[in-house]
């Protein structure tokens, strides 16, 4: 799957600010002739180009509001970008996205029909029917109906059913996270076995210690840019640098860390290609 130079400009009402970006301005006079609120620009991603290779899990960090989450939404084909395009060999699969459960039924029903409704046989969701409600780990409450479930519990229900199918290319955004350390152990294990069948993950996480865990690469943005792309151990360590720095209200450090590793993106890229 290749992200081929993916921007994301959101309009966002706004009661204004200095530093903010003002959209062009006949909009902004026609806003104001219609005595509607003055919108600005909020850049979400920038320009963010990365391959993403079978059997690769591919860990997206970054601070609140870097624009993971936006990106994700992007690959998954639930928004347009502003420009750019996602060239996929398959059909993302967003968890809890992409099925849609029925709170009346059980889970044990709901992954059942979350199973067909991605096409599935029907004899091939009874073959693989006991498995799932092995890797939900929900107990006797998988006979319950979904909505006297707790959101962990619906997590995992939605986790089990999205890696139903062996999806080739799956976004994973903080799913794991809401669960408890059983059930961590065992959607890392399905995970596993997806990337195995030479599917992608796709991650979002904010515990460094999980993406470190888990992934076999890692993607830090930065207020829509790509700050850094490589090795989790690498990645994970200059961020958290960065955001020590931050913490503790050196600003300036914490951009200087951000810019140099961004300047090292950049000749690595020029390297590659005049390779
Ligand atoms: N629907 C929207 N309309 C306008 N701006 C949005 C919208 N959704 C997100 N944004 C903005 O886009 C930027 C990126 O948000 P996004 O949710 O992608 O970040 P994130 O990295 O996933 O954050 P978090 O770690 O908090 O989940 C933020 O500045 C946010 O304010």
Not at 193 to 211: K, N, P, T
Request: charged share 25%.
């Amino acid at each position: 799957m290749v992200i081929d130079r993916v921007s994301m400009v959101y309009n966002v009402t706004s009661t204004g600010g200095r530093d903010e970006v003002p959209v062009p301005a006949p909009v902004r006079w026609a806003r104001r002739a219609l005595g509607r609120p003055p919108v600005v620009r909020n850049r979400a991603v920038n320009d963010v180009t990365l391959a993403v290779h079978q059997g690769e899990f591919v860990g997206f960090i970054g601070r609140n509001g870097s624009g993971k989450s936006t990106l994700m939404n992007i690959v998954a084909g639930q928004m347009n970008p502003t420009s750019g395009r996602v060239h996929a060999t398959d059909t993302p699969v967003k968890l809890g996205v992409n099925v849609s459960l029925v709170p009346a039924l059980s889970g044990e029903k709901n992954i059942r029909l979350g199973c067909l409704a991605q096409g599935m046989d029907p004899r091939l969701v009874d073959e693989v029917l006991p498995e799932l409600v092995e890797v939900a780990a929900l107990g006797k409450a998988i006979h319950w109906p979904m909505k006297a479930y707790s959101s962990g519990m619906a997590a995992r229900l939605r986790f089990a059913v999205a890696t139903a199918t062996d999806p080739h290319i799956l976004i994973l955004d903080e799913a794991l996270s809401t669960g408890d350390a059983q059930f961590r152990d065992r959607g890392q294990a399905r995970m596993a076995q997806i990337r195995e069948q030479a599917g992608c993950v796709l991650f979002v996480s904010h515990s460094m210690a999980e993406v470190r865990q888990m992934c076999t690469r890692v993607v830090w943005l930065d207020q829509g840019d790509l700050v850094m792309d490589g090795d989790p151990e690498h990645v994970t360590r200059e961020y958290e640098a960065f955001m020590k720095e931050l913490a503790a209200g050196n600003n300036r450090a914490a951009e200087r860390i951000k810019e140099q590793l961004m300047n090292d993106l950049v000749r690595t890229e020029l390297r590659e290609v005049h390779a």
